[in-house]
């Protein structure tokens, strides 16, 4: 008796073990992924704060951060077959009536996010007011800036680069060069020759000070226009040659067919590399965001000068990323936005992590069409044009740091200047790149279009890194949120048609790419027809994962 109570309890004791060990697997299966992004995501705020009493050298911290920028460079990697390939397959192989209506939809519902962030951005700055409990520097550095006009027209040549090799790597961007006008001294023997020096800012060397020596008086300083360049992708102009490509070659019919189907293995190929990177993602998120924060300045200092500013811009970007744009959601497809976000938490790690939205585009794209079930044709176009001009945060946090620097100098601003604001914001922030701290740059069109100073910009850059952050986190969901509900408006245009019985004809032996549905988690690639709607005869070979 005593063996077969022995038994029965190790039977069910096995039995219990076995269940729990397949509840397990099927978690990590499922969600492994993003609870080690979970982790090292706090991880990495743990061990950056715990290393700040070493007092790491600047050379011992660049070794520390190394896995955290092998992790943004292998992002920055994908972004450009990524989005070449997803626009020129994507928008060949649609119907052009129904492409046509999906870019009026897109854009028309992003401008509309992001003119609402901005509202939501000066109703919080003008009702907490955060400049009152800011003080200003007793210095502040002589930075020559742009003009709006400068800066509107880089924007226009950047729509349209003149080299795409170049844009793949560099953005035209105009150049001020100081230009000294002498008075016209008469040299007098025996007297020291005199000089002017522009010496480099010791934090930004992009920034010159003019240092005059024995000069009496003070020569006229005037600055110069200049074609110049920076060191980062042309998101925008590769964006608009993409979506023209893929437009013209849907018309083309035949004879653009082996081009869409190069873009579209591409485009597999990158995402088959995303699934296997994404394992090194959470220990290089560990490295980055504690070398952020071993880097920034003393926080308590921060928090005594900057902590109600900080409290606005993240109140502003949650009430906007939490209630709004789930509302919007919720009125449009009447779905539970956040059984919808949670498929989209591992992006939302990684732009935490990168603070770059079109760094991230990758992890998005690879989370809606695995987790959330979007038409890759949607996805493929919706996310590399939301990672370019939809910047609700940014947008956002531009409107509050100007009405905050107006605050600071105690500039009482008219009806008319909050909407000017409102406005040159969210023109800003579209021309602002998907690169880390990009919304300093664009800032000086929002300052100078109400007259304020543009040097008061160091004010805020204590404190940028981190909410640069939660705004790029605010833009990935609202690319995510903005394809879910295209999805939905447009589901009717992209559904499959059905094609008439003809005995002669075997076109019913080519399947519509909507009508196999492979599970999200299949690693096998399935080699389908896909026939471009409204074109027969033409069918594209698409590799589905």
């Given at each position: 008796?005593?063996?077969?109570?022995?038994?029965?309890?190790?039977?069910?004791?096995?039995?219990?073990?076995?269940?729990?060990w397949?509840?397990?697997?099927?978690?990590?299966?499922?969600?492994?992924?993003?609870?080690?992004?979970?982790?090292s995501?706090?991880?990495?705020?743990?061990?950056?704060?715990?290393?700040?009493?070493?007092?790491?050298?600047?050379?011992?911290?660049?070794?520390?951060?190394?896995?955290?920028?092998?992790?943004?460079?292998?992002?920055?990697?994908?972004?450009?077959?990524?989005?070449?390939?997803?626009?020129?397959?994507?928008?060949?192989?649609?119907?052009?009536?129904?492409?046509?209506?999906?870019?009026?939809?897109?854009?028309?519902?992003?401008?509309?996010?992001?003119?609402?962030?901005?509202?939501?951005?000066?109703?919080?700055?003008?009702?907490?007011?955060?400049?009152?409990?800011?003080?200003?520097?007793?210095?502040?550095?002589?930075?020559?800036?742009?003009?709006?006009?400068?800066?509107?027209?880089?924007?226009?040549?950047?729509?349209?680069?003149?080299?795409?090799?170049?844009?793949?790597?560099?953005?035209?961007?105009?150049?001020?060069?100081?230009?000294?006008?002498?008075?016209?001294?008469?040299?007098?023997?025996?007297?020291?020759?005199?000089?002017?020096?522009?010496?480099?800012?010791?934090?930004?060397?992009?920034?010159?000070?003019?240092?005059?020596?024995?000069?009496?008086?003070?020569?006229?300083?005037?600055?110069?226009?200049?074609?110049?360049?920076?060191?980062?992708?042309?998101?925008?102009?590769?964006?608009?040659?993409?979506?023209?490509?893929?437009?013209?070659?849907?018309?083309?019919?035949?004879?653009?067919?082996?081009?869409?189907?190069?873009?579209?293995?591409?485009?597999?190929?990158?995402?088959?590399?995303?699934?296997?990177?994404v394992?090194?993602?959470?220990?290089?998120?560990?490295?980055?965001?504690?070398?952020?924060?071993?880097?920034?300045?003393?926080?308590?200092?921060?928090?005594?000068?900057?902590?109600?500013?900080?409290?606005?811009?993240?109140?502003?970007?949650?009430?906007?990323?939490?209630?709004?744009?789930?509302?919007?959601?919720v009125?449009?497809?009447k779905?539970?936005?956040?059984?919808?976000?949670?498929?989209?938490?591992?992006?939302?790690?990684?732009?935490?992590?990168?603070?770059?939205?079109?760094?991230?585009?990758?992890?998005?794209?690879?989370?809606?069409?695995?987790?959330?079930?979007i038409?890759?044709r949607?996805?493929?176009?919706?996310?590399?044009?939301?990672?370019?001009?939809?910047?609700?945060?940014?947008?956002?946090?531009?409107?509050?740091?100007?009405?905050?620097?107006?605050?600071?100098?105690?500039?009482?601003?008219?009806?008319?200047?909050?909407?000017?604001?409102?406005?040159?914001?969210?023109?800003?922030?579209?021309?602002?790149?998907g690169?880390?701290?990009?919304?300093?740059?664009?800032?000086?069109?929002?300052?100078?279009?109400?007259?304020?100073?543009?040097?008061?910009?160091?004010?805020i850059?204590?404190?940028?890194w981190?909410?640069?952050?939660?705004?790029?986190?605010?833009?990935?969901?609202?690319?995510?949120?903005?394809a879910?509900?295209?999805?939905?408006v447009?589901?009717?245009?992209?559904?499959?048609?059905?094609?008439?019985?003809?005995?002669?004809?075997?076109?019913?032996?080519?399947?519509?790419?909507?009508?196999?549905?492979?599970?999200?988690?299949?690693?096998?690639?399935?080699?389908?027809?896909?026939?471009?709607?409204?074109?027969?005869?033409?069918?594209?070979?698409?590799?589905?994962?």
């Amino acid at each position: 008796m005593w063996e077969w109570v022995r038994r029965a309890v190790l039977h069910s004791l096995s039995t219990a073990l076995l269940r729990l060990w397949k509840w397990v697997r099927a978690f990590w299966y499922k969600n492994g992924l993003l609870t080690l992004s979970m982790l090292s995501v706090v991880t990495g705020c743990l061990l950056g704060f715990l290393l700040r009493a070493l007092e790491l050298t600047d050379l011992e911290k660049q070794y520390f951060s190394f896995p955290g920028e092998l992790l943004m460079r292998m992002l920055k990697m994908l972004i450009l077959p990524l989005i070449t390939s997803s626009l020129m397959s994507g928008l060949a192989t649609m119907d052009s009536k129904a492409c046509g209506k999906m870019g009026v939809i897109t854009i028309t519902y992003y401008l509309w996010t992001t003119f609402m962030a901005v509202t939501v951005g000066i109703i919080l700055v003008v009702s907490i007011h955060p400049g009152a409990a800011a003080q200003k520097d007793n210095y502040s550095v002589q930075k020559v800036v742009l003009s709006s006009a400068d800066a509107l027209l880089d924007l226009i040549r950047n729509m349209f680069p003149s080299n795409l090799v170049e844009a793949s790597f560099q953005q035209y961007r105009t150049v001020l060069v100081p230009v000294v006008k002498s008075p016209g001294f008469q040299k007098i023997p025996g007297k020291p020759v005199n000089f002017i020096y522009f010496a480099p800012d010791d934090k930004n060397p992009e920034i010159h000070r003019p240092v005059f020596l024995e000069l009496t008086p003070s020569p006229e300083m005037t600055y110069r226009t200049l074609a110049g360049t920076s060191n980062e992708m042309n998101v925008l102009g590769i964006v608009i040659f993409s979506a023209t490509i893929g437009l013209l070659l849907g018309k083309m019919g035949e004879r653009g067919a082996p081009l869409v189907n190069v873009c579209q293995c591409l485009n597999e190929a990158v995402m088959k590399i995303v699934s296997m990177a994404v394992w090194y993602f959470p220990f290089g998120i560990v490295f980055l965001i504690a070398g952020k924060i071993l880097e920034m300045e003393d926080p308590s200092i921060i928090g005594q000068k900057l902590g109600l500013y900080v409290i606005t811009v993240v109140s502003g970007l949650a009430f906007h990323g939490i209630i709004l744009l789930p509302l919007l959601f919720v009125l449009i497809t009447k779905k539970n936005p956040f059984a919808f976000i949670q498929g989209i938490l591992q992006a939302l790690l990684i732009a935490l992590a990168t603070s770059s939205s079109s760094a991230t585009l990758p992890i998005t794209l690879k989370c809606l069409l695995e987790n959330n079930g979007i038409d890759r044709r949607v996805a493929r176009f919706v996310l590399p044009v939301g990672a370019t001009i939809n910047m609700d945060g940014t947008a956002l946090y531009e409107a509050v740091a100007a009405i905050f620097i107006a605050q600071v100098n105690e500039y009482e601003l008219d009806l008319g200047q909050i909407i000017t604001i409102s406005i040159t914001a969210s023109a800003a922030s579209i021309g602002a790149a998907g690169i880390p701290q990009s919304g300093l740059v664009t800032m000086v069109i929002v300052l100078t279009s109400v007259g304020l100073p543009t040097e008061d910009i160091t004010l805020i850059i204590a404190v940028d890194w981190a909410l640069d952050r939660l705004r790029t986190m605010t833009n990935v969901l609202g690319d995510a949120l903005a394809a879910g509900i295209i999805a939905h408006v447009c589901e009717k245009d992209f559904a499959p048609k059905p094609v008439p019985q003809d005995p002669v004809s075997n076109t019913d032996k080519f399947p519509s790419a909507e009508t196999s549905h492979l599970h999200p988690k299949d690693n096998v690639i399935e080699m389908i027809d896909e026939t471009l709607l409204d074109q027969t005869g033409v069918h594209y070979n698409i590799c589905q994962v």
